[in-house]
């Protein structure tokens, strides 16, 4: 049971070029979501997915793609990749929360992207 | 919209001393709060969580939380840290989204540094 895995852990772009960033968990999560972390700022949602097909904007999506074909991963992409977008990115999963009990957010180990 | 306020972004203490990392939260409603660790090159691992009912909440490696409506507060304790409790500690609050679970908000972090 390897959790949640992040593809690749690090990355380098130049200014204007695509790349996209795989996300997958073998926990049979219905909910994935994507965040950025930067310095002084916390973790800060981009996108997230509530089941296989659908996606939804977060608190920061410009610049960002998402997709979910299949439920236990959930993509990433940058079509024309900044500066700005130099971060650090986790994937996250969660199941249902039935009675009170479960839900909580299961994060994978992050991708440090750098885009010169 | 909720915000999380943690108002220590670097705190030093001695290994066998107690702990307490501070967490503000502001949110219109009966909130769900979080305290996730993030030790360094890894993702977060989630130490405990409040929903409802008892406010003073256990979780892993020894770590309590209690939550205080009327500070919005819910500030993390450990009576003994460990050399190895030095990470970065992120509070977070989670709005009930549309598809039933919680969009989390989170705070900028603390770094914990233990010193022999």
């Known amino acids: 049971n390897a959790g949640v895995t992040q593809t690749p852990k690090f990355r380098v772009l130049k200014t204007g070029q695509s790349m996209t960033l795989l996300c997958a968990q073998d926990?049979?999560?219905?909910?994935m979501y994507w965040y950025r972390q930067d310095p002084g700022m916390g973790l800060r949602l981009i996108h997230y997915?509530?089941?296989?097909?659908?996606?939804a904007k977060g608190e920061v999506p410009d610049g960002y793609n998402v997709s979910r074909l299949k439920k236990q991963n959930f993509l990433l992409g940058l079509e024309s990749a900044a500066p700005s977008q130099t971060s650090v990115y986790f994937c996250?999963?969660?199941?249902?929360?039935?009675?009170?009990?479960?839900?909580?957010?299961?994060f994978g180990p992050g991708t440090r992207l750098t885009v010169l | 919209a909720q915000s999380v306020t943690q108002p220590d972004i670097h705190i030093t203490v001695s290994e066998g001393a107690s702990l307490e990392l501070r967490c503000n939260y502001s949110y219109g409603a009966t909130p769900y709060l979080f305290w996730y660790v993030q030790s360094p090159g890894q993702g977060l691992q989630l130490l405990l969580k409040y929903f409802s009912g008892d406010t003073l909440v256990q979780g892993i490696k020894g770590f309590e939380a209690e939550f205080k409506r009327s500070q919005s507060s819910f500030n993390l304790r450990k009576p003994s840290v460990h050399w190895s409790d030095a990470a970065e500690y992120f509070c977070a609050v989670g709005a009930p989204a549309n598809f039933g679970n919680e969009k989390l908000t989170f705070g900028t972090g603390t770094r914990l540094t233990i010193i022999p």
């Open positions: 926990m049979n999560h219905e909910y």
């Open positions: 996250a999963s969660s199941g249902l929360r039935t009675n009170g009990k479960g839900g909580e957010q299961f």
């Open positions: 997915s509530v089941g296989e097909g659908t996606t």
